[in-house]
């Protein structure tokens, strides 16, 4: 058995895992993609799984075991949430695991994805939406990230719930005609009809009853269609959750520093990017904005951070490269 020290990173999310198997020279030895990995929307035996799957795929084509993993670290959102830590620690243990289980905020592991800075901003804007400030390495300051119910404000969620309402509102003659209507009614496959059942279109009874009928995250998948259609109300949609989410950000903005972005909203150009930086204003001009697709690196910079070896832009560059010719 190799006496080199090895170290696992895991972003777990709600949708994918993925698992970083480095050195303590922050190289990227392994890379695997699992399941569902959080506990709190996929039950503690399926994210465990996940989690287990992604680690295997990073172990195995490096030929190592996961009993020579002297740490591992996982970053996840609402770890609060899950009662403790047996539901991960236990499934490791019985692959072999021996090492030390930490946990981090996701969030923090999207920050380190883009920077190395001790000071600085992540803004996710996914399905959920939320924003941190980071001082000294650890979160100093949350906006939003409060669910679906209470906020999320300028997420996919928040879009898609928008995107739902105006073709409700279409079909109520409540609201202004908008071409975002056959794209939702294309969606639920309802087709269109010229029948009025108690003074209303018969599509859009069958709308509601179809929009009830699932949980309302579900809501989430038709933001693609705000940013696909070039029409007036899906471009008010996307101005204002750019809006939202400047607004979000200056709730923790104190300085400048570098912001680095997470999730499908906000890193696309148009509306949704226009629209924040010009809230946003002279603010905009002194932040360094980084994009990054996910928190993978990150969560191996938390990894080899807490097992006290470097952690730097040196160490980010190196994570960031060798992971690239990984994946």
């Known amino acids: 058995m190799s006496h080199e020290s090895l170290l696992v990173g895991i972003d777990a999310g709600g949708t994918s895992t993925r698992a970083v198997l480095v050195d303590s020279a922050g190289r990227c030895l392994g890379y695997g993609v699992g399941g569902r990995g959080n506990p709190v929307s996929a039950g503690p035996e399926r994210a465990a799984q996940g989690v287990l799957d992604a680690v295997c795929r990073a172990l195995e084509p490096a030929g190592r075991q996961l009993a020579e993993v002297s740490a591992v670290t996982a970053a996840m959102a609402g770890m609060r949430a899950t009662g403790g830590v047996a539901w991960l620690h236990g499934p490791l243990a019985a692959a072999g695991f021996t090492g030390r289980l930490a946990f981090e905020s996701d969030l923090l592991a999207a920050y380190f994805s883009g ?3 001790p000071f600085g901003y992540a803004l ?6 939320c924003v941190v400030r980071v001082q000294d390495g650890r979160i100093d300051g949350t ?19 928008a995107v739902a309402m105006a073709a409700v509102q279409d079909l109520d003659s409540t609201g202004p005609a908008t071409a975002l209507t056959d794209h939702v009614l294309g969606h639920y496959g309802i087709p269109r009809t010229t029948v009025i059942d108690e003074g209303r279109p018969q599509e859009l009874g069958r709308l509601v009853e179809v929009l009830y009928a699932h949980a309302p995250i579900e809501l989430a998948a038709l933001a693609p269609y705000a940013f696909a259609e070039p029409d007036a109300v899906a471009a008010a ?16 903005l104190t300085a400048p520093g570098p912001l680095v972005v997470g999730g499908s909203v906000l890193a696309r150009s148009g509306p949704v990017q226009d629209a924040f930086r010009a809230r946003l204003g002279e603010a905009a001009k002194r ?7 996910d928190g993978a690196v990150g969560a191996a910079f938390l990894a080899l951070r807490g097992a006290g070896a470097r952690a730097d832009e040196q160490t980010l ?11």
Not at 124 to 129: F, K, P, W
Not at 143 to 161: A, E, K, N, T
Not at 287 to 293: A, E, H, K, T, W
């Open 115 to 117: 920077s190395a800075a």
């Open 124 to 129: 996710v804007s996914g399905t959920g939406a």
């Open 143 to 161: 906006g939003d990230g409060l669910g679906w119910l209470l906020g999320d404000r300028g997420s996919g969620f928040w879009i898609g719930h």
């Open 237 to 252: 949609i996307l101005e204002q959750a750019g809006t939202h989410l400047a607004d979000t950000l200056s709730a923790v």
């Open 287 to 293: 932040l360094d904005i980084r994009p990054v697709g």
């Open 317 to 327: 560059r190196t994570l960031t490269e060798t992971l690239a010719e990984l994946r």
